[in-house]
T-cell receptor, first 110, second 116 residues
Framework: RKEVEQDPGPFNVPEGATVAFNCTYS??????FFWYRQDCRKEPKLLMS???SGNEDGRFTAQLNRASQYISLLIRDSKLSDSATYLC???????????FGTGTKLQVIP | GAGVSQTPSNKVTEKGKYVELRCDPI?????LYWYRQSLGQGPEFLIY????????DSGLPNDRFFAVRPEGSVSTLKIQRTERGDSAVYLC??????????????FGPGTRLTVL
């Protein structure tokens, strides 16, 4: 089993739609969780950290379910500019080493 | 301020040659990471430096790969006897020695390595 698993997509959604991505992780000792965004042929950039209580940043909501070992990202009112690959990232050690998922590609269609 | 920079942006080499890829992290960031990303995949961890020392090099695929960070700032990833399978984008990232839960990594634009 991969350490971090994501549905690669692509998810094709119309503007204004709500879309959700899930990511599962195998290491129950993982402590830190993140969503990064990567535009085509660009470097990854932090979108948001994921906290145990769940957190929201504008149209984006991230949640963590430790019992089932998954995290989710919800995007409301999708914009064309949201089109990108969303990478699930999990801390896999006691320090700063993290493991990236393969990414989920989102295409928002006019 | 300046972000993470990487040089060269593109490198084309022949099978069997030696290459060096350079990373200049954000000033003051003590943690530095190298990743390799192939098409359709997420970044794959190679090595992590805390200061000058390699805290974890478990991701280096074999002994043809080596990285240094002699003064705790700039890092060089070195690949000997390159193979076609080494072709990928090599990403460097840096972060502050973070407090718990604040491990944001800032990525450079990457070096696209092509081995012919």
């Amino acid at each position: 089993r991969k350490e971090v698993e994501q549905d690669p997509g692509p998810f094709n959604v119309p503007e204004g739609a709500t879309v959700a991505f899930n990511c599962t992780y195998s290491n129950s000792a993982s402590q830190s969780f993140f969503w990064y965004r990567q535009d085509c042929r660009k470097e990854p950039k932090l979108l948001m950290s994921v906290y145990s209580s769940g957190n929201e940043d504008g149209r984006f909501t991230a949640q963590l379910n430790r019992a089932s070992q998954y995290i989710s990202l919800l995007i409301r009112d999708s914009k064309l500019s949201d089109s990108a690959t969303y990478l699930c990232v999990v801390n896999s050690g006691g320090y700063q080493k993290v493991t990236f998922g393969t990414g989920t590609k989102l295409q928002v269609i006019p | 301020g300046a972000g993470v920079s990487q040089t060269p942006s593109n490198k084309v080499t022949e099978k069997g040659k030696y290459v060096e890829l350079r990373c200049d992290p954000i000033s003051g960031h003590t943690a530095l990471y190298w990743y390799r990303q192939s098409l359709g995949q997420g970044p794959e961890f190679l090595i992590y430096f805390q200061g000058t020392g390699a805290a974890d090099d478990s991701g280096l695929p074999n002994d043809r790969f080596f990285a240094v960070r002699p003064e705790g700032s700039v890092s060089t990833l070195k690949i000997q006897r390159t193979e076609r399978g080494d072709s990928a984008v090599y990403l460097c990232a840096s972060s502050l020695k973070a407090l718990a839960g604040t491990n944001e990594q800032f990525f450079g634009p990457g070096t696209r390595l092509t081995v012919l």
